[in-house]
């Protein structure tokens, strides 16, 4: 059964920042692309960025220079370096390989003085 966790959001004041993390298990991570999403209520989850297997990276324009996307594959762990941080930054994040079907439960970000 596939199974991702992820963790380290929480209440953030404009222009923090905050690091997430996703925990794969029940796949082969190392093989899969990965990418990091957001949604806000009532709106559609958007991709934030992504990662290759070979580590190139892919960023949505909104946040480019101030995401990071990262892989330990000895960990099974996907991160998110988020600097910067706008309000319009609040959502819950997921991750989810790019081509596999699994979403996990999301942590929450909010960024708010």
């Known amino acids: 059964q596939v199974q991702l966790v992820e963790s380290g959001g929480g209440l953030v004041q404009p222009g923090g920042s905050v690091r997430l993390s996703c925990v794969g298990s029940?796949?082969?991570?190392?093989?899969?692309?990965m990418g990091w999403y957001r949604q806000a209520p009532g709106k559609q989850r958007e991709s934030v960025a992504s990662i290759t297997t070979d580590g190139r990276t892919n960023y949505a324009d909104s946040v480019k220079v101030r995401f990071s996307i990262s892989r330990d594959n000895a960990k099974n762990t996907v991160y998110l370096q988020m600097n910067s941080l706008k309000p319009e930054d609040t959502d819950v994040y997921y991750c989810k390989p790019l081509t596999y079907f699994a979403w996990g439960q999301g942590t929450q970000v909010t960024v708010s003085s």
């Open positions: 029940g796949i082969i991570f190392r093989i899969y692309a």
